[in-house]
Nanobody
């Protein structure tokens, strides 16, 4: 079955950087569009970044220019490089994908906390 396992979260000061990883298994990783979402306390989950099989990327306005999504198809791993972090970036970060049958898959999430 499909499994997504995030790692790399932690506590960082404002202005710092973190790199999140999402190890995928049980799917042909290279053909899937992959997303990073986040959920801040008391807020709805929001999509942060997307990378298509072509390598094309999309970003939420709030992270554009600070976050970089990438993928290593040989390792079936998705990444999110987060620079110039702000306290409002605090939340649980999830990787996500959707199958051709419109089944959504989520990881367990990794906590990112940015202190001011």
């Amino acid at each position: 079955q499909v499994q997504l396992v995030e790692s790399g979260g932690g506590l960082v000061q404002a202005g710092g950087s973190l790199r999140l990883s999402c190890a995928a298994s049980g799917l042909m990783f290279s053909v899937y569009t992959m997303d990073w979402y986040r959920q801040a306390p008391g807020k709805q989950r929001e999509r942060v970044a997307t990378i298509r099989r072509s390598g094309d990327t999309l970003y939420a306005d709030s992270v554009k220019g600070r976050f970089t999504i990438s993928r290593d198809n040989a390792k079936s791993t998705l990444y999110l490089q987060m620079d110039s972090l702000k306290p409002e970036d605090t939340g649980v970060y999830y990787c996500n994908t959707e199958s051709l049958m419109r089944t959504e898959y989520w990881g367990q999430g990794t906590q990112v906390t940015v202190s001011s």
